[in-house]
């Protein structure tokens, strides 16, 4: 039994986890394209519900209610970062993806075109409540929200606010969709920084992580639906 029991052990340690070799923020990569639908991405596993992206009809109504409800989820992610109730949460302070005060001109933007600006919603204020709860308690899974969070905003965020400006906007672009400096380069300072900051873990403490990509699509899936509510 014991020898048994020590083969195990030692496979367990020895099994390689998808992406593992490049680092840890490729295996939560790996784990979120499996999260897309086949549509979104060559790697995606999902089926898709309902009509495809570019099919569906946003409205300027639908896509404010998107746009103040996704402030909402920055103003609680950069307040969290900066509060740090864990240490390695300022790893993440000025990176240089925050979205908050963009979202902020573009909202002041809408304003000054004559739309009333909505107050948050449902999806967005119980994303918010969730992320803060979360970051007082379980870093790992804090990290997989804030990493899916700006990550899937400067991949297919950009792509979904170019259609979206396309059909109601006269192709404006919205400060949301720029960043100051090379996107690329900003985007790989903080795969270092999550990189560095999951060395620390343990392989537990990492699967725990993997398995939050779920919750965090959920959430953000139900903001992206009110464009089009």
């Known amino acids: 039994m014991v020898l048994v029991s020590a083969t195990t052990t030692a496979e367990k340690s020895s099994k390689r986890y998808p992406g593992e070799a490049k680092g840890f923020v490729e295996e939560m990569r790996f784990v979120a394209m499996k ?83 909505p107050e948050p919603s449902t999806p967005g204020v119980s994303y918010a409540h969730y992320l803060e709860e979360l970051s007082e308690k379980d870093p790992q899974a804090f990290i997989c929200h804030f990493y899916n969070t700006y990550f899937a905003h400067s991949a297919g965020g950009r792509m979904i606010g170019r259609k979206v400006a396309e059909k109601i906007l006269d192709k404006k672009e919205l400060e949301f969709y720029k960043w100051d400096g090379d996107l690329s380069l900003l985007l790989q300072n903080v795969r270092d920084k999550l990189n560095k900051v999951a060395e620390n873990w343990t392989r537990e403490e990492k699967n725990h ?21």
């Open 35 to 117: 999260l897309h639908t086949k549509d979104q991405a060559k790697e995606g596993e999902k089926e898709a519900e309902g009509q495809p992206l570019a099919k569906w009809e946003p409205t300027v109504e639908g896509y404010l209610k998107f746009l103040v409800d996704s402030k909402l989820v920055y103003d609680t992610l950069e307040k969290i970062v900066e509060k740090a109730p864990f240490p390695e949460y300022a790893e993440f302070r000025n990176t240089g993806l925050e979205r908050s005060a963009v979202l902020a001109k573009d909202l002041e933007w809408f304003r000054q075109q004559g739309h009333a600006i």
């Open 209 to 229: 992580c993997l398995e939050e990509t779920e919750k965090s699509f959920k959430f953000s899936g139900a903001i992206l639906r009110l464009i089009f509510s």
